[in-house]
């Protein structure tokens, strides 16, 4: 299993502005994911963050606007640029833990507002 | 465009009844899984079946697969107020383990 530790777990931004949301996990893990789940919605897949190279972004999805870091297997970012009303969703990161291969686990979360 | 799609997109029930929920996806798949979501938080892995199943159970939990109909069901049995939530099936696309979401089915449970 894993131990995810998302932050923050909520916030309300300015249109304009960027955030930066925090996945933890508490043992190296191979694969993670970024997720978003638009109000009322299923989840769509953003991107694979890949550990010391460029993360592996879905159709619709683009570096300049989620940009995405994972400087090693226990930790990535995703930032939010230039935020609009739209960008409001839940943002989750997931992982996929090695001895698994198969399961999802995930993060609280970080509950997303733009005015 | 989204995998699986559920429904009921929404189901209310008294404490006690089963509860039933169905997914069905377009494209051949490796596994099926459930997850629940409670309140918009993270979601947590309920139960996998495998192409190869046809039926899993897990403490009140009953999953059937169909492949030629390319559907799923989940079994809610004895249904406590506790298992308010959003459930969601997800099938694995294959090598990069990436899963892709159902609609989800959000069921209510009065107590």
């Known amino acids: 299993s894993a131990v995810i530790s998302q932050k923050p777990s909520r916030d309300i931004c300015q249109r304009g502005t960027s955030l930066t949301i925090q996945c933890q996990v508490d043992?190296?893990?191979?694969?993670m994911f970024w997720y978003r789940q638009q109000p009322g919605q299923s989840l769509t897949l953003i991107a694979t963050a890949n550990q010391g190279s460029e993360a592996t972004y879905e159709s619709g999805f683009v570096i300049d606007k989620f940009p995405i870091s994972r400087p090693n297997l226990t930790f990535s970012t995703l930032t939010v640029s230039n935020m609009s009303p739209e960008d409001s969703s839940i943002y989750l990161c997931?992982?996929?833990?090695?001895?698994?291969?198969?399961?999802?686990?995930f993060g609280s979360g970080t509950q997303l507002s733009v005015l | 465009s989204q995998q699986g799609e559920e429904d009921p997109q929404a189901l209310s029930i008294q404490e006690g009844e089963n509860a039933t929920m169905n997914c069905s996806y377009k494209t051949s798949i490796n596994n099926l899984q459930w997850y629940r979501q409670n309140s918009g938080r993270g979601l947590v892995h309920l139960i996998l079946i495998r192409s190869n199943e046809r039926e899993k159970h897990s403490g009140r939990l009953r999953v059937t697969l169909d492949t030629s109909k390319k559907s799923s069901s989940l079994l809610i049995t004895a249904s406590r107020a506790a298992d308010t939530a959003s459930y969601f099936c997800?099938?694995?696309?294959?090598?990069?383990?990436?899963?892709?979401f159902g609609s989800g089915t959000q069921l209510t449970v009065l107590p």
């Open positions: 043992s190296q893990v191979t694969m």
């Open positions: 997800a099938t694995d696309r294959g090598s990069a383990r990436q899963l892709t």
């Open positions: 997931s992982v996929i833990p090695g001895e698994t291969n198969e399961k999802l686990f």
